[in-house]
């Protein structure tokens, strides 16, 4: 079972206005989702981290999850984040 709060709170400890902040952060993502057996591919975007991980089917929603804000995947372009489809 997932506590959300503490979820949370663990993402937004994250200062990833700094690249070593960001890269924390991806590392914290790469691990939770490959610790649920959810295989994870790392990337890297101009020196910056990209994680790309998969769940659900091909009719699963797409989502792609930057350091802003939530995005469709099909309209953001390539860049620091986590795409889940």
Do not use: Q
């Not at 590392?27 to 994680?51: A, C, M, Q, T, Y």
């Not at 930057?66 to 620091?80: E, V």
């Amino acid at each position: 079972m997932v506590d959300e709060r503490n979820l949370a709170e663990r993402l937004i400890s994250y200062d990833t206005s700094r690249p070593d902040g960001l890269a924390a952060a991806a590392g914290f993502v790469k691990g939770w989702l490959e610790s649920r057996d959810i295989e994870v591919h790392d990337h890297d975007h101009n020196g910056l981290p990209v994680l790309v991980a998969e769940v659900g089917g091909p009719a699963s929603p797409a989502l792609g999850v930057g350091r802003a804000a939530p995005t469709r995947a099909a309209t953001a372009p390539p860049g620091p984040g986590v795409v889940c489809h």
